[in-house]
């Protein structure tokens, strides 16, 4: 029985907030559209509106306002936003070139004194973007490098914000309400998936847990969000390049319907995850959400001794050196590898992660035992990731014979590889051999079968009895 749990379905200016339940598209690549519903009381022609329920880190050129119910023609004249929330810093440079009162306290006679002192604001310090520079401040005539005491502003203006705006010169084909959806692409999000997988104290079996986290750093908080992420590879290394392409795959996640059920499904190039129920996402916020579950997934271990440390490749040109490639690596690696199939209890696609694996003791308690990461893997793949080296298994590799005959255009090269099994139970591992000398090759003597795993590399799969030495000899035979 199948026991996989999928748990992710992969007039006058006015202020506007959002309305209704805000949507989310989350992309594993530092961005994410956002989908919310404005409240908009319009008249014929044309309407300014402010709305303050945007991220700090909006693209504004990707705004799209739209009536969901397509009734009503909106047509966006002019557009500007403003990212300059109310600081101390931001103050001070809106009230340049006035005078305000510092309050400054000081002891007289062991009692805390405070006094008011008249400053007028030569340079704020404060520079858009983030830095700083020191604020220069005239009191009784002299210029200072630093406030004079804790500065006391006036009432906020109009046009001064609170948290980030769009304001817009509206066109409306004909007066009414309405609630318009607003799109737009906003950095600020990131999301991962890491997976644990648990063997029991014996067999080759794991229950796989995977998780997805979230990050919010955009600078607003989502209530009661419908989110959905998407898994795949968007090319964002050059964003003034490709902010075509970028644009081309968020429309498509703007228009996308919301799933009412929990799925997860192809979309585009990429898969799409969404979560079974609405959640609130704060700004600052990491969250964790469990999304794949799946029981007895069959992981065996598999044994790799690579000798040469698989730093030795044939990159295009004849090697004559005899002494290159011997170096000889003692370590066995341990590899876990599984079939994403439904005949293996999985069968989904799986974002791109970290494995973590544990192994329960006799005693009932868990145990690392290493770890590694994955890509993007479709269903039915394999994934097979190395989680560390095996303590109870030894090989050893070396040259025996090396000819070579430059006239006659050849060159032979003969290895010897021990393996040494101290385990209690019998394992077989795999001998990855490297034919890096040359193009054109033959292997013309051997003492166990093999098979070519590229042209450039074979491999022996060797079974070693407990406390066995097993040993592999094969001669190789390169021409030109």
Not at 103 to 117: F, G, P, S, W
Not at 127 to 136: D, S
Not at 451 to 467: C, L
Request: hydrophobic share 35%; glycine share 6%; aromatic share 8%.
């Amino acid at each position: 029985m199948k026991t996989l749990i999928l748990i992710l379905s992969c007039g006058a200016a006015a202020t506007l907030t959002t309305l209704a339940q805000p949507a989310l598209t989350i992309y594993n690549q530092n961005f994410a559209v956002v989908r919310d519903s404005v409240p908009l009381d319009l008249k014929s022609g044309v309407n300014e509106v402010r709305f303050a329920g945007a991220t700090a880190h909006l693209e504004p050129d990707s705004v799209i306002l739209r009536d969901p119910a397509g009734k009503r023609a909106l047509q966006i004249l002019e557009q500007n936003y403003r990212n300059d929330p109310v600081s101390q810093e931001l103050l001070l440079s809106l009230n340049e070139g006035k005078t305000i009162d510092f309050q400054n306290a000081r002891m007289k006679d062991n009692t805390t004194v405070r006094e008011l002192i008249p400053g007028k604001v030569i340079r704020s310090g404060y520079v858009p973007g983030g830095g700083a520079e020191q604020p220069i401040i005239e009191v009784s005539g002299k210029l200072q490098f630093s406030l004079p005491g804790q500065p006391l502003f006036p009432s906020l203006g109009d046009d001064t914000i609170l948290k980030p705006t769009l304001n817009w010169l509206l066109r409306a084909d004909k007066p009414g309400k309405l609630d318009a959806e607003v799109s737009y692409v906003t950095q600020g999000f990131t999301w991962e998936a890491d997976y644990n997988l648990v063997a029991p104290d014996k067999g080759d079996t794991v229950d796989i847990l995977g998780w997805i986290t979230m990050n919010n750093q955009s600078g607003k908080t989502f209530e009661n969000a419908k989110i959905k992420l998407m898994a795949g590879d968007v090319n964002k290394i050059q964003p003034q390049r490709n902010r075509n392409e970028i644009r081309m795959y968020a429309a498509k996640a703007m228009a996308a319907d919301m799933e009412a059920t929990v799925s997860e499904k192809s979309f585009d190039e990429f898969h799409l995850y969404t979560l079974a129920r609405a959640t609130t996402l704060r700004d600052r916020e990491t969250k964790q959400v469990e999304f794949v579950r799946a029981e007895s997934v069959k992981a065996p271990s598999v044994y790799v001794y690579d000798g040469a440390e698989a730093g030795y490749r044939f990159y295009g040109g004849r090697n004559n050196d005899p002494g290159y490639g011997t170096q000889s690596n003692k370590k066995v690696w341990v590899m876990r590898e599984f079939v994403n199939a439904e005949t293996n209890r999985l069968g989904i696609a799986l974002p791109k992660g970290k494995l973590r694996f544990y192994r329960r003791g006799g005693d009932g308690q868990l145990e690392f035992t290493g770890e590694n990461e994955i890509d993007h893997t479709p269903r039915n793949e394999t994934i097979r990731v190395r989680t560390g080296n095996s303590f109870d298994l030894v090989g050893e590799r070396k040259p025996t014979d090396f000819k070579t005959d430059r006239s006659d255009k050849w060159m032979d090269e003969t290895f010897e590889i021990k393996l040494r099994n101290r385990k209690k139970e019998s394992v077989e591992i795999r001998v990855v051999e490297h034919l890096y000398r040359w193009n054109n090759w033959n292997i013309t003597a051997k003492s166990d079968e093999f098979r070519k795993n590229d042209a450039q590399t074979i491999e022996f799969r060797v079974q070693v009895k407990p406390d066995e030495e097993k040993t592999i000899t094969y001669t190789v035979h390169y021409s030109w």
